[in-house]
């Protein structure tokens, strides 16, 4: 049984073809429905993808993706994958199940995304049972990289930072007030022009602004999301991403903090969901 699994933003996307114990990665552009129509994802796919598959015979395909938990993006997605593998079983499902099926299985527990934008649920083993509501970047994603990021900019361009900090986020980024203004309010895909700053947390670990500003940012998800599920008190509590990866330090401070039960952190669900699928 040849199984392609395929975990998919809306700016990359990563595929895996599992052939017994056999497993090999590939990565395209990501694949939205909400930016992306049927026809140009089956050229997409076409000419991305199937090269690299070579003559292989997929027998089931399992697609988790953004923008897939609306019911008309669910049909444009799984109706463009079986243009492209007529002769395989496919399945769609949205991005956050496939973070609770690779962080849970099929255990019940509280899955939660740190990435560019942030998300969590409570996972009964079979199905999201509770979602916390997600705003946005604008008005939520709480413990995002964009709002990690939006922080960053925060601290910069009210002079919060002191001179170290601020003579060293200069020599990284060489921009000004009204360029970071142009690109927040002007320009398209703010969330992940803001998430870009997140690196700059990353990279001066140590101060005690960079180190006030990712843990307030990360106490803000937990205080917002995680403990509202009661579920949160008596399951284990996992986390997927860059943002959660990269600072799964403090990620563990806190869960101490709460006296929450710490689970899996992953940097990607895929490695959980060629488990799941096995």
């Not at 689970?263 to 060629?274: H, S, T």
């Given at each position: 049984?040849?199984?392609?699994?395929?975990?998919s933003?809306?700016?990359?996307?990563?595929?895996?073809?599992v052939?017994?114990?056999k497993?090999t990665t590939?990565?395209t552009?990501?694949i939205?429905?909400?930016f992306?129509?049927?026809?140009?994802?089956?050229?997409?796919?076409?000419?991305?993808?199937?090269p690299?598959?070579?003559k292989?015979?997929?027998?089931?395909?399992f697609?988790?993706?953004?923008?897939?938990?609306?019911?008309?993006?669910?049909?444009?997605?799984?109706?463009?994958?079986?243009?492209v593998?007529p002769?395989s079983?496919?399945?769609v499902?949205?991005?956050?199940m496939?973070?609770?099926?690779?962080?849970c299985?099929?255990a019940k527990?509280?899955a939660?995304?740190?990435?560019t934008?942030?998300?969590?649920?409570y996972y009964?083993?079979?199905k999201?049972?509770?979602?916390s509501?997600g705003?946005?970047?604008?008005?939520?994603?709480e413990?995002?990289g964009?709002?990690?990021g939006?922080?960053?900019?925060q601290?910069?361009?009210y002079?919060?930072?002191?001179e170290?900090?601020?003579?060293?986020?200069?020599?990284?980024?060489?921009?000004?007030?009204?360029?970071?203004?142009?690109?927040?309010?002007?320009?398209?895909?703010?969330n992940?022009?803001?998430?870009?700053f997140a690196l700059?947390?990353?990279?001066?670990r140590?101060?005690?602004?960079?180190?006030?500003?990712?843990?307030?940012c990360?106490n803000?998800?937990f205080?917002?999301?995680?403990?509202?599920y009661?579920?949160?008190?008596?399951?284990?509590v996992?986390f997927?991403?860059?943002?959660?990866?990269g600072?799964r330090?403090?990620?563990?401070e806190?869960?101490?903090n709460y006296?929450?039960?710490?689970?899996?952190?992953?940097?990607?669900?895929?490695?959980?969901l060629?488990?799941?699928?096995s």
């Amino acid at each position: 049984m040849v199984k392609l699994i395929a975990d998919s933003g809306s700016t990359k996307a990563e595929w895996c073809l599992v052939q017994g114990k056999k497993k090999t990665t590939f990565f395209t552009q990501g694949i939205s429905p909400y930016f992306l129509n049927g026809a140009e994802i089956q050229q997409l796919i076409r000419t991305h993808l199937l090269p690299s598959l070579g003559k292989v015979s997929v027998d089931e395909v399992f697609f988790y993706g953004t923008g897939c938990k609306s019911p008309a993006n669910h049909k444009l997605m799984k109706a463009a994958l079986k243009a492209v593998f007529p002769d395989s079983d496919i399945a769609v499902d949205h991005d956050l199940m496939g973070a609770a099926k690779a962080l849970c299985g099929n255990a019940k527990g509280v899955a939660c995304i740190l990435g560019t934008g942030s998300n969590s649920c409570y996972y009964n083993g079979k199905k999201i049972v509770k979602n916390s509501p997600g705003l946005g970047y604008v008005l939520g994603d709480e413990g995002s990289g964009a709002y990690l990021g939006r922080k960053v900019l925060q601290y910069y361009l009210y002079n919060t930072f002191d001179e170290d900090l601020r003579s060293r986020f200069d020599a990284q980024y060489v921009t000004s007030a009204a360029e970071i203004l142009d690109n927040v309010y002007k320009k398209p895909l703010a969330n992940r022009y803001l998430a870009s700053f997140a690196l700059f947390l990353a990279e001066n670990r140590g101060h005690f602004m960079i180190e006030n500003i990712i843990e307030d940012c990360l106490n803000d998800f937990f205080f917002n999301h995680i403990i509202k599920y009661r579920e949160s008190w008596i399951l284990p509590v996992h986390f997927v991403g860059g943002v959660a990866y990269g600072f799964r330090d403090v990620i563990k401070e806190l869960c101490s903090n709460y006296e929450l039960t710490l689970g899996k952190i992953m940097q990607n669900p895929m490695e959980g969901l060629v488990t799941y699928h096995s």
